[in-house]
């Protein structure tokens, strides 16, 4: 353990200084500093070491033989101490250089852009360098397939609760909601609202098994007996077109519709007595803490957005 005798860094670096420059003042400018922030270092240096380091005259800043004794060992540790340093910043600069991960779709499609613009932009504002992204877009249970075999750092999944096996955060919460097109009969409804029986009784258009959409459905149908869809489609923009085009209902996340509700292109149907929230989760492997770096910086974005 160091005694409370060995100057910080700070200090030492300013006494090299000096040595070079002979001005304390010179010193404090290269360093920028102000003059009063360099006297008080050298006198906390001086307070430790217990002897005076500098003497000053008209002619400037000379070294006593004290102060040329420390410069001498000083300069050795500030070598290492620069090697540390820079050692320190590739390792921040690899940590952060690039991340693949993986996201189920409507996260990729919807929300993971904006959160790793966001993320890129708070890193560039701390001047630390911005991570590159690599995002892989499946189902749910590919993601978690991904994340397990450590293909990928990080996944983002939906569904009714965090995946068995990984570690997990919770980013946020999502809401599908079930459609159809204008000539679909519901539409015609002037309630536009339909029972849980009526909707598991009707065949709907479906992503595929394994994607956290349809697992969420078919949980909170429940014990409801649910008649095979009419279309199994691997993408969310599969859906809405065949939704659009009158194939049947289907339940897709807010974030999916939305434009589409607004344009009047498809109809949203209340169903009654039925809990279509969904989580969105953050998926990793090994410790339970976040991985610092890039893993951390997303996740925290994402929690908070």
Sequence with gaps: MLSPHVPELRGLELLVVVSRTESLTA???ELGISQQAASSRLRTMEAMVGAPLL???RRGSALTQTGELVVQWASRVLAAAEQLDAGITALRAGRRGHLALAASLTIAEYLLPGWMV??????????VPATDFTMTAANSERVVALVA???VELGFVEGPGAPDGLQHRLVGVDQLVVVVGHSHPWAARPSRRVMAPTLAATPFVAREAGSGTRTVLERALGELTMVDPVLELSSTAAVRAAVAAGAGPAALSVHAVRDDIASGRIVPITVTGLDLTRRLHAVWTGSSELPAGPVRDLVTFAERS
């Design 27 to 29: 010193a404090a400018a």
């Design 149 to 151: 075999s450590r293909a």
């Design 118 to 127: 966001g993320v890129r932009a708070q890193q560039q504002s701390l001047g």
């Design 55 to 57: 003497a000053r005259s």
